[in-house]
């Protein structure tokens, strides 16, 4: 159960703060005519959620926070099956509680606007919402695929017996933040489906109808990436029983 917690707090913590600093930080303030803190800055909080959660549970429960990663880790052999749908569903249950803190703070300067793409850091695909530009279903699908994997091979990389470990979570939280600063404008970045699941619950629409895409393509390419590093990268294999 200390595992279970550990998913919960950590997949809430990684929600609320970077969700939440797309949702209240990241906009141009029009009263003050000062900036926000931008696509850099909501890339940068992604990143420092997992960064202060892995040291924070990690030694509790692994510090995956996001069920592509729990699948990514059970492909490379470090994760073992029978714990794979009470992590997942821990992390889900984590990202929607964060998801609705964030909506009950929002709810206090009044109803919350959820009329656009991308409202209240919903994932997409097809639709102009950062500099003009939209996305087809196969390049956000293709962006999330091949971000997730790359974040898998970092995971595994950094938490290999023959790393440093002490700077694992460093590494992970940077790879996060870039993945962000990749992928904000494509798809508002997922590679995370319990993320992209709690805000698409209480946006609706769209949000909703596209919530196929941000699980299957992250899943997918955290299988690969961990797949990938198993076999082509891994010293020396420790498969988990």
Same mark, same amino acid.
């Given at each position: 159960m200390k595992k279970l917690f550990a998913e919960f707090f950590g997949? %809430?913590?990684?929600?609320?703060? #970077?969700? #939440? +600093? =797309? @949702? %209240?930080a990241s906009q141009i303030a029009p009263a003050s005519g000062q900036l926000g803190i931008? /696509?850099?800055? @909501? =890339? /940068? !909080?992604?990143?420092?959620t997992? /960064?202060?959660?892995?040291?924070?549970v990690g030694h509790i429960s692994g510090g995956h926070f996001n069920p592509a990663v729990s699948f990514g880790l059970l492909a490379g052999g470090r994760f073992p099956?029978?714990?794979?749908? +009470?992590?997942? @569903?821990? &992390?889900c249950l984590g990202a929607i509680a964060a998801a609705g803190a964030l909506y009950a703070i929002?709810?206090?300067? #009044?109803t919350p606007d959820f009329s656009g793409p991308g409202a209240f850091a919903t994932n997409f695909y097809g639709d102009a919402v950062y500099f003009g530009k939209s996305y087809s279903m196969g390049a956000a699908f293709l962006t999330e695929f091949l971000l997730t994997a790359f974040f898998l091979i970092i995971i595994m990389g950094a938490t290999d017996k023959y790393a440093n470990g002490k700077f694992a979570g460093i590494a992970i939280g940077l790879g996060l933040? /870039?993945?962000?600063?990749?992928?904000?404008?494509?798809?508002?970045t997922s590679v995370n489906p319990a993320r992209s699941l709690s805000q698409a619950v209480f946006v609706g629409g769209n !949000?909703?109808?596209?919530?196929?895409l941000f699980w299957a393509a992250p899943i997918l390419g955290g299988v690969t990436g961990g797949l990938i590093y198993k076999?082509?990268? &891994?010293?020396d294999s420790e498969i988990v029983k």
């Open positions: 997949t %809430f913590w990684l929600v609320f703060g #970077g969700c #939440g +600093s =797309a @949702v %209240f931008l /696509l850099i800055g @909501v =890339a /940068l !909080a992604f990143g420092l997992v /960064l202060t959660m892995a040291y924070a099956a029978k714990d794979l749908i +009470s992590y997942v @569903v821990s &992390q929002l709810s206090g300067s #009044g933040t /870039l993945i962000h600063l990749i992928s904000i404008p494509i798809t508002n !949000a909703l109808s596209q919530l196929w076999f082509l990268l &891994q010293r």
